[in-house]
């Protein structure tokens, strides 16, 4: 819902076809000051006079299309910051990258709807709005560790880095260290972490823009490293980290920021995947604390069962033979043919307390069950990776002669 100042947000809309500028001014202009222009160049010229908030730009446009236009607007410092929607027919990841390249914020697809253009536009006011505070305070921020980081060097920030590993126990503890040694060596990034159930995608401003996720989304896919102009991915299995920075003109600079970032990736990887182990550890000991209380219960209940089977299976074994005693009298039998009878009853008696006699072997083979769960709910899993084990390999491929206690 758009608050009561909408009437001062103002978009500049660029489209050479008369119809699309009328549709999108029917769409927002009860809710912003929308200006339109038939060409670039006269949007440039109005631009000197006032400065939009947002700028919608057709991108297929003759003589000067949306990408160039917004390329020559963001080259002034006075326009640098104005965010950006492209419309285009193209939905394909190299025009996505053309827009991410020529600083856009965002682009949709011909045909949309006009509540997807709405939200769109609203997402990226609201994100502008966001990140005018960020640099508000990033400023502040940039004041008061200046003097600390100003003493501090390449191998310096990425130890520091290291070792704040040990204390990440979630990805976004994680994240927050990557963006504070990115921010040491003056780089501008996004981060994506990706864990089973679980992707998110932000830059130092906060939250990823659309585009932005696009453009990591399809630079997840290459090699290990991938540059192209002044950016450069870093992709491991469960993050990727996007600088949109590269010191193209310091090749020295270039090469130290390329080793010391790869690392830290690597090792940021390496804590993700010890945090998912974790997890499944953690998932997998509650199951088998659940199976063992089950188990338990079940040799409980077992004992109980099987004495009352025994206690039931004796009495009317002995009430057999006293009806027998009863009928001998009856029956006319000899002392000798009463004794024989009554041997086969007794047999068959205590062959039948033999067959129910296994407790004893069914007691020790469920309490082993039980034990043997007992010692993998207490051991710890050994094959899972240490966080010390992981920052003393990783100082040692940086070069550091540290010693960690």
Do not use: W
């Not at 790869?262 to 997998?284: F, H, I, Y």
């Not at 219960?297 to 033979?321: C, D, H, M, W």
């Amino acid at each position: 819902m758009e608050n009561q100042h909408s009437g001062d947000y103002t978009i500049f809309v660029v489209d050479d076809m008369e119809a699309g500028r009328r549709m999108i001014e029917m769409t927002f202009k009860p809710l912003y000051t929308v200006e339109s222009f038939p060409s670039g160049q006269a949007c440039l010229e109005r631009i000197k006079e006032k400065t939009p908030d947002l700028l919608l730009l057709d991108v297929d446009m003759p003589v000067m299309n949306g990408y160039t236009l917004c390329q020559q607007i963001k080259s002034q410092a006075a326009h640098s910051s104005l965010p950006v929607i492209f419309i285009s027919g193209l939905d394909d990841p190299e025009s996505c990258l053309a827009g991410y390249e020529a600083g856009g914020d965002d682009y949709i697809v011909k045909p949309f709807k006009a509540a997807e253009l709405r939200q769109k536009v609203a997402a990226v006011r609201r994100k502008s709005e966001e990140n005018a505070q960020f640099r508000i305070k990033a400023a502040e921020a940039e004041l008061l560790s200046s003097l600390a980081v100003s003493n501090m060097d390449q191998q310096a920030a990425l130890i520091t880095f290291l070792r704040a590993l040990n204390t990440c126990e979630t990805p976004s503890a994680l994240r927050k260290a990557l963006f504070s040694l990115m921010r040491s060596y003056g780089l501008q990034t996004a981060i994506q972490i990706r864990l089973p159930g679980l992707e998110m995608t932000a830059n130092q401003a906060g939250e990823s823009l659309p585009l932005e996720v696009a453009v990591i989304n399809t630079m997840r896919s290459m090699e290990r490293i991938f540059e192209f102009k002044s950016r450069a991915a870093y992709n491991f299995e469960h993050i990727t980290i996007l600088v949109n920075n590269v010191p193209l003109h310091d090749p020295d600079l270039r090469g130290i920021l390329r080793d010391n970032v790869a690392l830290a990736a690597e090792c940021a990887n390496a804590k993700l995947q010890a945090l998912q182990t974790k997890s499944e550890n953690t998932l997998v000991k509650g199951g088998a604390a659940e199976l063992l209380a089950a188990l338990q219960i079940a040799v409980q209940n077992f004992e109980k069962k099987y004495a009352s089977a025994r206690y039931l299976g004796s009495s009317s074994t002995l009430a057999v033979l006293g009806e027998l005693s009863k009928a001998f009298t009856t029956l006319g039998m000899s002392d000798e043919q009463e004794k024989k009878v009554d041997e086969i009853v007794q047999s068959l008696s205590n062959d039948l307390a033999e067959i129910y006699d296994f407790s004893g072997e069914t007691q020790e083979t469920l309490s082993d069950i039980a034990k043997r769960l007992s010692g993998i709910l207490n051991t710890e899993a050994a094959s899972m990776p240490q966080d010390r084990d992981i920052e003393n390999v990783a100082i040692r491929q940086a070069g550091a002669d540290v010693e960690l206690f």
